[in-house]
């Protein structure tokens, strides 16, 4: 089937009209060309939004209180509630799949009152009460010293991990800042370590303006008893926290005697949902890609077949002398089917590699200019590449098979006759 | 051809024995055509039979007639038929290649040809750059390569001038003393005269048919 002499003919006829066949292989290039830069940019985009989130566990969803909207167990609504420490240990016994459910409190805000104060030097940071886990949660580098442990919380001790620019704003540059207090609302907290968040939300800056101390201690400085201002919980990986989200709800619905159908009551923000969404968004995406770009192919595809078909109508005098001299049908079609398969592969095959150096391009230029918002490196693996090929065959299969029917539709002896 | 076939032959009794150069003379419409494109397996016949060699040739598909066409039968065409994109020598070496003889022995096999026909220097030449006579000789060669048991030539000389059909003719004698079996389709009565036995057709029936002192072309040439 691959023999010298076969793939000789298929080089002679394929060059007998040289500026034609190129014609030609210029629809399947154009083609594969257009949906392989699709494809990258779909890429592209994806990784600059998944670069958008970060490290951060994305099985996460926060969970906060809100007003209570219907009356139940002879309480009122209307009624506004904390989460206690004891939700946290009935979430953990009753629901499966738990990875981090970690307990917060919170003081201050972006922009408020300044509230830490260290010597002549003040400023309004956020405090948070958090366990070591949070780190997990909400990634962030330790650039000196260390985050929070287990014996900090057993022990309630007043340390904080203060972001690098709290760091900035109470301390003079160089100045020694591990082991030195700061007054958070006026209760002494030891620094133990300064961290850095790699953001890029949009709030990359307030991001490193917080404070964690221990949630216990936390409770006890701030007179928060046993409340908890709000919780987030991270699911393992194989279980969407979107699935057991309603146990929760339930669980802490339950503890707080709220009426089961209370919708408002317990606040949320899922994660998961978000960047489920943003990958079903992707996946979307992708498959718009290989729709336009399969069907911009088709229109290649269908020239291909177009001109095998006038070659083998031009050839008809010539395949009905083959068949006089003893070619089987079968060997014609092979011929003809091999002609459009290779046609289509080589062309295709170019539309790939002018594909690459697109994406080269585009990565060199995106590498000079910097950075650019949602979109980052745009690329296709040897994945689509290889669906890509199989695309190819498929189609140059498909653009032979008329043209090959037809070669041998007509009877030896009418081809002969044509002139 | 479905609902407007047409009878053309009427009763063709004939057979030709092994090394004869017959003539089938006729004028056009006589179904001289018709007879070669049968015993050519180009068409069918729809009643009768055809014995080659032996074999019956009915119920044929396409594979098993092209396979026969290439065992049994080697063609020469008033057009001569050369594909035009391939050399004289790949020309001769096609029927080889249906065979699926190797390279090497096609390739030596068609020079061996072209040499009979007296065209070996010319092997690599493309047919345009032939004339008519040597393309007629290089498509007797090419009917030679697969060393048929018949040679069917349908107007060999119909579209050469005298002189060159005349030489065209020395060479089919030269090959027919070989031993080959011929049969020529032709109107003209020199080029009849040419051959050992004339069959005459006329309304698809057999006018006439009988042996000839054979003219030899070598002295025209």
Redesign the interface.
Same mark, same amino acid.
Do not use: N, Y
């Given at each position: 089937m691959f023999n010298?002499?076969r793939w000789r003919e298929i080089i002679?006829?394929l060059t007998?009209n040289l500026f034609r066949t190129i014609l030609t292989a210029f629809g399947v290039f154009w083609g594969i060309l257009i949906l392989i830069i699709l494809l990258a940019a779909g890429k592209g985009l994806e990784n600059g939004i998944r670069a958008d989130f970060g490290d951060i566990a994305t099985n996460t969803m926060f969970m906060w209180t809100q007003k209570v909207t219907k009356a139940y167990k002879g309480l009122p609504k209307d009624r506004v509630f904390d989460y206690k420490v004891g939700d946290v240990a009935d979430i953990w016994e009753n629901v499966d799949g738990l990875r981090f459910v970690s307990p917060r409190n919170q003081l201050g805000s972006f922009g408020g009152a300044s509230n830490v104060v260290r010597g002549l030097k003040t400023g309004a940071f956020t405090i948070y009460g958090d366990y070591p886990e949070i780190i997990k949660q909400e990634p962030m580098d330790i650039t000196s010293g260390r985050f929070l442990n287990q014996s900090d919380i057993n022990e309630k001790r007043k340390v904080a991990v203060i972001g690098i620019d709290v760091r900035s704003s109470l301390y003079e540059k160089g100045e020694a800042f591990l082991g030195t207090y700061i007054k958070i609302n006026n209760v002494n907290f030891m620094v133990i370590g300064t961290y850095k968040k790699s953001s890029a939300n949009g709030d990359g800056e307030n991001a490193q303006r917080e404070i964690y101390v221990p949630f216990t201690s936390f409770s006890q400085a701030f007179n928060r008893g046993d409340s908890v201002g709000w919780m987030a919980i991270t699911a393992v990986d194989d279980v969407p926290i979107t699935d057991i989200k309603e146990q929760i709800f339930n669980i802490v619905k339950e503890n707080h005697k709220i009426h089961p159908d209370d919708k408002r009551a317990v606040g949320h923000f899922d994660l998961n949902e978000q960047f489920q969404r943003v990958n079903s968004l992707f996946g979307a995406l992708e498959l718009i890609a290989y729709f336009v770009g399969i069907l911009v192919l088709l229109s290649g595809v269908i020239g291909v077949s177009n001109i095998m078909l006038i070659v083998v109508k031009e050839r008809t005098?010539?395949i009905g002398?083959?068949?006089?001299?003893?070619?089987? #049908?079968?060997?014609i079609k092979k011929q003809i089917l091999m002609e459009s398969i290779f046609l289509t592969i080589i062309s295709g095959m170019a539309g790939i590699v002018m594909g690459a150096l697109v994406i080269y391009g585009a990565n060199f230029v995106l590498e000079a200019s910097g950075p650019v918002p949602m979109f980052t490196n745009p690329n296709v693996n040897l994945g689509v590449v290889t669906v890509a090929l199989m695309i190819l065959i498929i189609s140059g299969l498909f653009a032979g098979f008329i043209p090959a029917n037809s070669a041998?539709k007509v009877? #030896?002896?009418d081809a002969?006759r044509t002139e | 051809m479905g609902s407007n076939s047409l009878h053309v032959l009427k009763g063709i009794d004939f057979s030709v024995e092994e090394g004869e150069l017959v003539a089938i003379m006729g004028s056009s419409g006589s179904g001289k055509s018709t007879l070669l494109n049968i015993l050519g397996m180009l068409d069918e016949l729809d009643e009768g039979t055809y014995d080659l060699d032996g074999v019956p040739i009915k119920d044929l598909n396409e594979t098993k007639a092209a396979n026969y066409r290439n065992k049994f039968l080697g063609f020469v065409f008033q057009s001569f038929n050369l594909i035009n994109y391939k050399s004289a020598m790949e020309n001769v070496a096609l029927p080889l290649y249906y065979q699926r003889v190797g390279r090497k022995e096609r390739q030596e096999k068609a020079l061996k040809y072209l040499e009979q026909v007296g065209l070996k220097e010319w092997a690599g030449h493309l047919p345009s750059e032939l004339s008519g006579g040597q393309k007629q000789r290089v498509a007797i060669a090419r009917a030679l390569a697969a060393e048929p048991k018949v040679l069917l030539a349908d107007e060999p000389t119909g579209a050469l001038d005298s002189k060159t059909s005349y030489e065209v003719m020395d060479l089919i004698q030269k090959i027919n003393d070989a031993g080959n079996t011929i049969l020529i389709v032709t109107h003209e009565p020199d080029i009849a005269d040419m051959c050992k036995r004339i069959v005459h057709l006329k309304d698809g029936v057999i006018l006439e048919d009988k042996k000839v002192n054979q003219v030899r072309a070598a002295q025209y040439v």
């Open positions: 010298k002499d002679q006829v007998a005098k010539e002398i083959r068949r006089a001299l003893g070619e089987s #049908p079968w060997s041998i009877r #030896p002896i002969l | -």
